[in-house]
């Protein structure tokens, strides 16, 4: 479009020069000195007018750009609450497990073998979290965060923080329950062997487990006392993070529209 309007410029140019020079031949130096004032005139006017749609060009990509960006804010913010959603329900299903166990206590003669029994029905397991959301990293790594609105990229950077510290401290906490775990399974807390050997009493007799029951139970109720906090916290910082999320969405659709 430029380079379009700079050739038919040049042409209006020559159309003039030639004029100047049949004044010039003329004799005529108040019109040549207004045909050259018109020329200056005219070639200002035109480097102006393609360097603003020039301009208007750009500003269009840019738009473009960030209209793309918004998009795929969107996107990965509604996946963000929808995982999230996902592991809010199975961090309770977590909780009702262990309140399920907890009840069991209610019985009366209960023993260290039974305990063992109702802990190796529980799917024993640290929940991770693995978002798959980068648009927020990518604005930030290639520095293109810097075409976002300030309001919009100060909401997606405090989102980032937010959506970071929850992974971190979630993960962090699970590296320390399977450390508990580790330690429980060492000892016999096995669920799939304690199953398979209900029917071999020889093995029973010379694995010996019973002996570590005292310290098995004590390990794995250290693992489950565990896994209940870390779920506790984590439906509280999720739901924050899915109520962020929402607020976002709907700052960048403002934006957007």
């Known amino acids: ?20 020079e049949n004044v010039l031949i003329e004799n005529k130096t ?21 360097l603003s749609i020039n301009n208007w060009n750009e500003n269009r990509k840019l738009d473009r750009k960030r209209e793309n960006y918004y ?10 609450i929808a995982y999230s959603k996902t592991l809010v329900s199975a961090f309770k299903n977590d909780l009702e497990q262990y309140e399920d166990y907890k009840r069991t206590f209610n019985n009366p003669g209960l023993n260290a073998s039974t305990t063992i029994q109702n802990l190796s029905k529980f799917q024993y397991s640290a929940q991770p ?4 959301t980068n648009t927020i990293k990518t604005l930030i790594n290639t ?12 909401v997606i950077t405090k989102y980032l923080g937010h959506h970071n510290s929850l992974i971190d401290a979630n993960n962090l906490n699970g590296a320390e329950m399977i450390k508990m775990l580790n330690a429980a399974t060492t000892s016999g807390a096995n669920p799939s062997l ?15 487990i019973a002996n570590n029951y005292q310290q098995i139970i004590l390990q794995l109720e250290a693992f489950l006392f565990w896994q209940e906090l870390t779920s506790e916290t984590s439906i509280y910082n999720l739901n924050a993070l899915i109520q962020e ?13």
Do not use: W
């Open 143 to 154: 520095g293109e965060i810097s075409l976002l609105p300030q309001n919009i990229n100060m």
């Open 1 to 20: 479009m430029f380079s379009f309007i700079l050739a038919n410029h040049i042409s209006m140019i020559k159309f003039f020069g030639k004029i100047r």
């Open 129 to 132: 979290m693995e978002f798959e």
């Open 245 to 257: 999320a929402d607020s976002t969405i709907s700052i960048v659709r403002n934006e957007l529209n």
């Open 194 to 208: 304690l199953a398979r050997i209900q029917n071999q009493p020889e093995l029973i007799k010379e694995l010996n």
């Open 30 to 50: 108040g019109k040549y000195l207004k045909y050259a004032l018109g020329e200056i005139i005219l070639v200002v006017i035109g480097i102006l007018i393609a």
């Open 71 to 80: 998009n795929q804010l969107i996107t990965d913010l509604n996946s963000d």
